[in-house]
């Protein structure tokens, strides 16, 4: 084993990555806070600025995909298709499956320059998790409680702010509104049963309100829907954790584009197009079990220096006073401070734990479950 090999290994190590993106996200959220003044003044220089602080803290996450772990993404697609990445609006349709399938997403927004400015129809209760959350709200991220007639007038709002984003938007829909787990996915194919819908084999049915309204309040705003299907080779299945550790993984990415102008006006007529889509989904992924690839050429963009660039700042930034001041505490050699200062390694240690939880899908939402209880 490598020293680097070696290294990632070490809970230390971990503490002081973790240390080194609370509190840089820490600062960034007080400067986000400050940029307020401006939005009455200047809305769109806001947003940009926004972007920028919001690139800073999502791209010491994408660092560790990158760089840390050194995980690989391929995309299958058509030439066509990734000409346009990058360079326009878009509604991105993407399967719930896995821990880390946010971070695939992120990744390959970072590599094609719109990781600041994307956004994402997000659960309420993120809203309130230290540094995601309040990132999320400087960003107007839509938030929304899934329960449909509460959040109608929010969402509408929420996504007609769009439009005049100055920025290209990379919007992200989870349609099946939670993560995949057998239990849930027991419970949604009973429901489809009961609706006359097809059977999926790999995805939970989807729920169309959030994607209706989407492309209703985007149109004229967003020119394509990417849907896109991701897994992992050699039927692996990846968490926060295992990059942290340095774990290499490869993930597959089939994306496929969907010019707006294709997807029915009529909301019941739009909600059809989508089971359908995830019909295909679910051959997709059936292909990918027999064969192992996704259909459509290859392509692997290249990862950004910027990433890693913007880490090592962070971390001189950041790692240089700390370390100052544990040598200080040591060589004070009063029982009391060091205790004080070991306390407060252990509450950090538990709290980046629990920042890592929230991604985990033995710890995800309970939509869903409810439905499940009332069948037993």
């Not at 990158?66 to 058509?78: G, P, V």
């Not at 298709?81 to 971070?103: A, W, Y």
């Not at 995601?132 to 929304?144: D, N």
């Not at 509104?177 to 009973?190: A, D, I, L, N």
Request: contains cysteine; positive net charge; hydrophobic residues 45%.
């Amino acid at each position: 084993m490598g020293l680097l090999a070696f290294l990632k290994t070490q809970f230390v190590v971990h503490l002081l990555i973790g240390f080194v993106f609370v509190v840089s996200g820490l600062i960034i959220n007080s400067v986000q806070l400050c940029t307020l003044v401006l939005w009455p003044v200047n809305k769109q220089l806001y947003r940009r600025l926004n972007c920028r602080l919001a690139y800073s803290l999502w791209s010491q996450l994408v660092m560790l995909l990158e760089w840390w772990s050194c995980t690989e993404c391929t995309l299958f697609a058509d030439q066509a298709t990734v000409g346009h990445f990058g360079k326009e609006h878009v509604v991105i349709i993407l399967n719930h499956n896995f821990e880390i399938d946010f971070l695939c997403g992120w990744t390959m927004c970072e590599r094609f320059g719109v990781l600041g400015s994307s956004k994402v129809l997000a659960k309420r209760e993120l809203l309130y998790v230290p540094l995601i959350g309040w990132t999320w709200y400087f960003l107007e991220i839509v938030f929304c409680k899934r329960k449909w007639e509460e959040d109608r007038d929010a969402v509408i709002k929420g996504l007609r702010r769009l439009a005049s984003y100055p920025e290209y938007v990379w919007f992200l829909l989870y349609c099946e509104g939670t993560r995949f787990t057998e239990k849930k996915h027991r419970v949604s194919m009973e429901v489809a049963a009961s609706k006359g819908l097809p059977v999926l084999k790999y995805h939970l049915l989807p729920r169309t309100k959030g994607f209706t309204t989407a492309v209703q309040c985007l149109r004229g705003t967003v020119a394509a829907v990417y849907d896109v299907t991701l897994n992992f080779r050699g039927n692996k299945n990846p968490s926060l954790l295992g990059i942290l550790y340095g774990k290499k993984y490869e993930a597959d990415m089939c994306v496929r584009r969907f010019p707006l102008e294709e997807i029915p006006l009529d909301e019941k007529e739009a909600a059809q197009w989508l089971h359908k889509l995830y019909q295909e989904k679910d051959a997709l992924q059936e292909m990918y079990n027999q064969k192992g690839v996704f259909p459509g050429e290859q392509f692997k963009p290249a990862r950004r220096p910027w990433t890693l660039l913007n880490f090592l700042f962070w971390a001189t930034l950041l790692l240089s006073p700390l370390f100052s001041f544990v040598l200080g505490v040591f060589a004070s050699g009063s029982p009391l401070l060091i205790l004080t200062f070991l306390g407060f390694v252990g509450a950090a240690s538990f709290g980046v734990r629990r920042l890592i939880g929230v991604t985990e899908i033995e710890k995800g939402s309970s939509y869903g479950n409810q439905e499940f209880k009332k069948k037993e």
